[in-house]
Structure formats: structure tokens, C-alpha cells
DNA sequence: ATCGGATGCGCAAACGTTAGCGCATAGGCT
DNA sequence: AGCCTATGCGCTAACGTTTGCGCATCCGAT
């Protein structure tokens, strides 16, 4: 009834159980070792199951800096993450967390935040060997863009477009925001606000014009812009902005481009006294969690986040494996989430 | 004027410019190039000056799974960061993020979320040599535990009490609750009302405490206590509670031993039409910007979250240092931060 | 009996850095 | 002039894994 994990069972000296310390227990050589543990078939699977029991057994742990410096391949991906304003980012780091792991990948941190990255930072990247890179923030770093690209990293954008040498997955922000529109114009909306983001980024962008699209194509005027940053309280200004609009002017809906904006639209028309479905529908794009509160009860796309980490860490694999293969952009409808906030 | 930045300038044949490329070019040893490049000053000053220029001009990186395999030291701190449901958690990833790239270290995420921590996600540990490992996850996965101190991997939980093998820095939290409950009490509130989580955190559990014995100080009977998990749905749910309770009985104040679930609270008052300060005051704890949102303009208690991570980070530096140092707890004073919730 | 190809594994050279010794050279002292 | 201590570097052996070859052995086919 020896239950005990492999907790240094024979490891007698404190020394760590290598691939050689095994290859002298059993009387192979290390390379016969190395190549059993990732199943090399040439190895015959007898000798497998042998050298798979007797690592067991003697708590084998791969040496994963040894691996880097043999093989090039560190196992490790370089994450530059979005700013802590935006509940997003975060969702998105926890999803990728996940799914990394479970496809035998760990997330190095490069860089979190709205600051700019600085050059040393960025030289992280080239340290540890990251096997590519994983870019949520609202612009690529160019440092980091040039180190990646002379060192054959792969890059891939998430929730941004794609930049020179970088793929990207995206949600369909103007499918999205053209959906958004619709359900607003299906019930009678006509006078519009768009709130965007200052730093007008590719997403941004996109819904903005997905949605102008989409009432232009039903003839109806440009909605009245008010841009900020892309946070709450961004959001928060620009909805003090239309709740001091005169009431004639006021719009009967706003679209705020990101669900952290909507949020801060709500919050200031809230303390203006006036209330979201009944003033005016207000909409937003992301699916947060937040965005489902009882008091948001916001309206919204939910981006498929994780079948969007998914593909980005399928065109992140496919690349290390074959380091020619071209940029690519892809992108997923989000679900169109219709909730109180839109009346 | 050639002012390209240090572009494989002279790495012809797309090789890295390793330690040894230097040692050739310049004619000394590669030891001398890597005792030059760390400032070890048994080499002269115009030499180690030769040298770095040389790094400079060839656009010399380290190695970091060289190093790590030579040393033992990786320069990773691993982090298992808390539930994405409480935005503490974000802001600590940040700041830590910041400050462990400015001692030159960075972070591989481990595990985030709520979710057990899978065994081979533990390993991680061992397999990149992590220095240090950065909790912050409600309990001390039990894996990681053993794992770090099997191993002498210095841990340090942030934000929860340490635990056996283990050091800690916290804020004070029974002096903040402490100073929360004086301030209601001081406002003449005697009826109050306690949102606890229900997984009972050392941190929950001491701002409980610290709360009550102010109470009980003041001979103000105990308050009436709810329970609920730790984030803004918790919250949500014990506010609809508070607000159901006959008029009689209700609570004159409200502490929830977070700021989420403050917020939590707060919106659920407000959906059933009373009004955080007018019908009751709330107070929450942690200091999130969200508490700052005009929305809530939560009284709260703010953690000195820089302060902590430094002090966390340098509880781990001494301790790669020196592996014998005995384990440490530090708790610092947080800032209680009055706000409009609070009446 | 001989040959040809699988099948199964070993050899040894990387990968880039670090660190314990050890060896010169130079200068100051007696 | 000889001895001693610094000062300044070089040698070399690790660290643990991977991988391109290469060499046996064994099987069946000729």
C-alpha cells in the first residue's frame, strides 16, 4: 500500500531526477529516454511502458530550460495584456491560462497595462525563447513587433486586426454592431448616439462602421459621435454628455462600442435620473460578465471568447510547427445577447 | 549616420550572437564576457566597458534557459492568481507585472481562476525553475504547496495568511474593518448588517473579526451576517436580501467584506429602490477604482497594493537569496477612503 | 547461405551560460 | 633581488535535453 506520490522516492542526494538518472537505472541511453517520454515509436513499447513506469516512479519532472536550449522549443507564450480598465482583458488572460495549459503551454507576462512597453521589457521575448506571442493591446508594440518578426516568433492578435507579420482573430465586429443596430432600428429607433473610443482602435473602428452601415442601408441619419476613453469612465463622461443634451436632442438610443463604455453610459444617465430602457435603449459590445448584472441588464454581442483563444492558439502551433506558413486573419460571429438595457 | 538599432548587424548567417561570438571577437574568454556583462568587478573597468559596448554593437541577448540551466536561477516568479469575478485580483496582476519586470523577473502564469489547480499544471513549477511563486488563489493549492517547499521554492501568498511553508503579506484588515465600524458608529448607525463569503478566507474571517470587536467595543449588539460567494452576484444576492427584511429590521449599515461584493449590494438596494447612503449606509473593503465609480462612491478601505507587491517581491528576492530565511509575515496599513456611500 | 530492409537503440555533439579553480603578470614590501 | 599579495583572466566542467547518424540484430525473402 505504497500510496505516497512520487515525492523523491530515491533521489537520495536532493539531486534532481534527470533523464540520465533514469537512463543508469535501467540501463538505456538518455537519448532512448528522451525519446520514449514523448512516444517516439521507434522506441519499442515495451521499453515505453517501462521508462514511462520508472519515471513515474522516481518523479521524473522534464528540466524545461534544458529542453529550450536543446530543442529552440520552450513551451512558453509571450503575452502583452490589455489594461485593467477594460474586465475584458481579464476574461481573456483566464481563458487563455486554460487553454494553454491544456495543450501543455504556460503564459509568460511581457507586459500588462496601458503604458508603453519599454525596449528592455520586450527583450523578454527573445530571453525565454517563446515559441510566439499572444497580443491583446490596443496597438502592437512596435519593439516587440520587430523583435518577433527578425526572430520568426509568431505573432497573433487577439480582438485586434492584424498588423505587418502578425495573424489575428477577431470577433465580427461589424456584423456584430450591424446586428446591434437592427434590433434597435426594428423597434422604431431613429435618433442615435455612438459612444467610441478616443484611441481609435481596429475594433472600434469596425463597430462604428458596422453600425453606421447599417443605418445608413435603412436611410436614417448619422448618429451624434461623442469619443472617450475606453473605460468606464469614459463612458461615464460621454453619457453626462447626452443626459445634458436639451431633451429635443436627445437620442432614443446609444450605441456605446464597448460594454465597459455602455456600463459608464448607464451609471450617468442613472444619476441624471434618467434609466436605460426607458429613456433611451443603450447597447454595448462584448458580452462581459459585468454586462449581465441585474443593474446593467445590458443589451450586447458576447464575443466568443473561447473558441476565439482557441483558434489563436491554433494559428500560434500551427506557425511554430511551420514558421512559412502566411499571416492570417480570422474572424468569429459573436451572439447577439438581448437583454433589458435595449427596451 | 547609422542609427539602426542593433539589428543582427553582423550576424551573417542568421545565428544568435551568443557569449561566445563576443569572447571571439574581441579575443577573451567567454567566462570573462559573461563576468563582464553582470559587472563582476575582478575585471577591469575598461575591459567590462570594451565589452559592454561589444554586446551593445552585436545586439547580444541573453539566454535565459542557458543561464537557468548553468544557475538554477530562471528569473520567473510563477503567480496563481485569484478569480477573475474580483477585480482585486487584475489590478494585483498589474502591478506585479510592473514591478517584478523593473528587478529584471517576470511572471508565468500558473493557474487563474477559481478552479482546483490540476497537479501537472503544479509541475510547471518544477519544470521552469520558477525562484519564487506568488499566491494570491483563496487557498494554498495544496500541489503547489508541496511542490515549492519539496523543492525550496520560496512562496509568498499575497492578500491571505500564510501558510505552513509559506510567508504573507497582507493589508491590516482587522484595523480596517476597524476603522469602518467606527466611522458608522460614530455617524450614531447601531444596526448593522455583515456580507461575508462563504468560503471563509483568512482575509474575509479577520475583517469579520476586525468589524465585530469594534462593535462589541461599543456594546452595539452583533450584527445580522449573510453569506455569499465572493463577487458582485454575492453581493447582489445579500443586498436582496437586506432589502426584503421588513422595514423594523433593517440595518442602518451595511459592511461588505469586499468591495465587489459592496457594489454587489448596492445595486441590489438600489433595484429595490432604496439608495446606499439615505437608506443605509455601505461600506466595502479592498479599494478597487470600480468603488470610485460616481455610481457607487463606495467608503472603503484601500489596500496599498504597490506597497504590498514590493514588499512581496522582496520577501522572495531575500529569500532566493538566502534559502534558510525563516518565514515572514508583514502586514501593512491600508487607507480608509470616505466616500458618499457611507452617508 | 546471402542479402535487404526493418526494427530498436546507442553515440556524441550540440545548445549558451555559469562558476570553481588556477595561472600568469605586476607591483609593493623587506 | 626575492617573496607575497593583488589584480585580471582563462580553462574546463558542468547543467539536462535533443537529434542526426550509425550500428547492431532479427526477420523473411531469394
Tied chains: 1, 2.
Excluded at 499572444?134 to 487577439?158: D, F, K, Q, R, Y
Amino acid at each position: 500500500m505504497k500510496d505516497l506520490p512520487p515525492k523523491e522516492p530515491a533521489a537520495p542526494e536532493g539531486r534532481r531526477t534527470t533523464i540520465v538518472t533514469l537512463s543508469r537505472q535501467i540501463g538505456v541511453a538518455p537519448s532512448t529516454i528522451s525519446r520514449a517520454l514523448k512516444g517516439d515509436t521507434r522506441i519499442s513499447a515495451e521499453t515505453r511502458a517501462r521508462i514511462a513506469r520508472l519515471a513515474q516512479e522516481w518523479g521524473y519532472t522534464p528540466h524545461a530550460s534544458a529542453r529550450t536550449l536543446s530543442s529552440g522549443r520552450s513551451g512558453l507564450i509571450g503575452v502583452v495584456l490589455g489594461p485593467p480598465t477594460n474586465p475584458f482583458y481579464t476574461g481573456l488572460l483566464h481563458e487563455a491560462v486554460r487553454q494553454a495549459a491544456a495543450r501543455g503551454m504556460r503564459l509568460l507576462v511581457i507586459h500588462a497595462g496601458a503604458g508603453a512597453i519599454e525596449d528592455m521589457t520586450a527583450d523578454a521575448l527573445l530571453q525565454y525563447q517563446v515559441d510566439g506571442c499572444l497580443i491583446t493591446s490596443v496597438e502592437l508594440p512596435s519593439h516587440v513587433g520587430a523583435v518577433c518578426a527578425a526572430n520568426g516568433v509568431p505573432v497573433v492578435m487577439v480582438n485586434r486586426v492584424a498588423r505587418l507579420n502578425s495573424s489575428a482573430v477577431t470577433c465580427d465586429n461589424r456584423f456584430g454592431s450591424r446586428q446591434l443596430a437592427e434590433l434597435l432600428l426594428g423597434q422604431g429607433r431613429r435618433r442615435f448616439a455612438l459612444v467610441r473610443t478616443s484611441t481609435s482602435s481596429s475594433t472600434g473602428q469596425e463597430r462604428d462602421q458596422g453600425f453606421c452601415d447599417a443605418l445608413a442601408d435603412m436611410g436614417v441619419e448619422r448618429p451624434l459621435r461623442l469619443d472617450g476613453r475606453s473605460s468606464h469612465q469614459g463612458g461615464f463622461a460621454a453619457g453626462q454628455q447626452i443626459a445634458a443634451l436639451p431633451v429635443g436632442e436627445r437620442p432614443d438610443a446609444v450605441f456605446a462600442v464597448s460594454d465597459v463604455m455602455a456600463m459608464g453610459v448607464i451609471d450617468a444617465l442613472r444619476m441624471a435620473g434618467l434609466s436605460a430602457p426607458r429613456d433611451m435603449a443603450v447597447v454595448g459590445f462584448d458580452g462581459l460578465p459585468e454586462a449581465a448584472w441585474p443593474h446593467y441588464d445590458l443589451t450586447t454581442v458576447e464575443q466568443p471568447l473561447p473558441a476565439m483563444i482557441g483558434r489563436a492558439l491554433d494559428l500560434l502551433q500551427a506557425r511554430m510547427a511551420d514558421r512559412s506558413l502566411p499571416d492570417e486573419t480570422v474572424s468569429l460571429r459573436g451572439r447577439l445577447v438581448v437583454r433589458g438595457s435595449s427596451g
